[in-house]
């Protein structure tokens, strides 16, 4: 059996019965669940239908999220999510690129990076470079002046956690930001780059080994062997380039807001709903969110 979830934005709430019904009887659907009052919906079905891709497309017009997905095995036991445009709105180098006067060439390179244009690792040299003699003190300010958390982050941390599973942050960003970000949501354990420093400025160079696209993939292969649970049972969360490897080995890959080239290649695209979503595909109702 297979599960098609409804969602929208849960500011909108915008997800209208007639409608949902009318998919439910067009793919011969069973009851229909709702797991947010117009918000969020599934149901089950035989199979896959073989207009999902023209009817997720007529839906993304309407801001309805469509996903599709084997029923068996939807709640996970570990989640491992990117960070920067993920569980934070931003992109920590391109905050630190604006407060030292090069915000414009670095969010350029950050784009075609994360669109996969450009070679990660040759990306991040180029744009820390840039960086060089920045001043330390300034990573703490972007983080209490520019930084915001992605909505529904904490409610996903806790709602998982409260069900025993675990939380890895890893991101080809830098431990400056995820220890900080990590702590805040209360992932179990964070994974970046390092930012190198000299006498109080950076130096314009990060610490090796980079971590880039195989970093994230070594590290869900890692921590899934350590727990002793399978990738199947694991939701990834991402939304650039360097996250489609991690995004494909985990038994569920979810392009969060994702880059068009990168959201091309996932099956679970969120476009419309905040980080909530990735409860509502394992099939969490609203109910059991632990908001506290």
Known sequence: MYIATLLTAPAARTLDPALVEALRNAWGGGAVQWLSPDEAVEFEMPEVPG?????????????????????????????????????????????LADEAGVGDRVKDITAR?????????????????????????TIAKVLDERIAFMPGGKVLLATMKAQGAHAA???????????????ELGFDENRANTLLSENGRLTGEVGLPILGKQA???????????????EADVIAVGDGANDLGMLHRAGTG????????????CDVRINHGDLTALLYVQGYAASEFVTN
């Open 51 to 95: 207009n999902r891709w023209d009817v997720w497309a007529e839906l993304q017009a309407q801001g309805v999220d469509l996903v599709v997905q084997p029923a068996e095995g939807r709640r996970k036991k570990m989640l491992l999510a990117d960070m920067d445009s993920t569980m934070i709105k931003q992109e920590c180098i391109d905050e």
């Open 254 to 265: 979810v392009a969060l807001h994702a880059k068009p080239t990168v959201a091309a290649q």
């Open 113 to 137: 990076a994360m669109n996969g244009e450009l070679d990660f690792e040759g990306a991040l040299r180029a744009r820390v470079g840039l960086l060089k003699d920045l001043p330390v003190s």
């Open 169 to 183: 942050l890893v991101s080809g960003g830098f431990t400056d930001f995820t220890s900080a970000v990590a702590a």
């Open 216 to 230: 994230k993939v070594d590290a869900l292969v890692e921590i899934t062997g350590r727990l002793g649970i399978d």
